[in-house]
């Protein structure tokens, strides 16, 4: 028998900003620290898929809230968002990550918080 799962909530970019800016949850950015350094979304919260599949915690800021991952292309951040949710955190990915929000005009800044690239 087989068991049919339904899929994870996913946002598009916009909704994503939305959610963000209204206070309503964090978006939590789970590149690696390269990534994250050439370009991210402005108040975004850090911490490297790499470093959640060993058990890391979420940073304080993250912690309690609803969660709206993004990586690159959103396929690690649909992945983190499961592994997120699975630890009973409300999370959600954006789809197309940083590549769909930069496409759609979202900010993106660098570590020093000038105009930022996705890498």
Do not use: Y
């Amino acid at each position: 028998m087989f068991l049919f799962r339904r899929g994870m909530a996913r946002v598009t970019p916009t909704k994503a900003h939305e959610r963000i800016t209204s206070g309503d949850a964090v978006l939590l950015d789970v590149r690696e620290r390269a990534e994250w350094n050439a370009g991210h979304a402005p108040g975004a919260v850090h911490v490297a898929l790499s470093r959640l599949l060993t058990g890391q915690d979420l940073p304080p800021a993250a912690k309690g809230r609803p969660l709206v991952v993004i990586c690159r292309s959103g396929h690690r951040s649909r992945q983190a968002a499961r592994l997120l949710a699975g630890r009973g955190a409300d999370a959600v990915d954006v789809k197309g990550g940083m590549n769909a929000w930069a496409s759609a005009a979202l900010p993106v800044v660098d570590e020093h918080g000038s105009s930022g690239r996705i890498a």
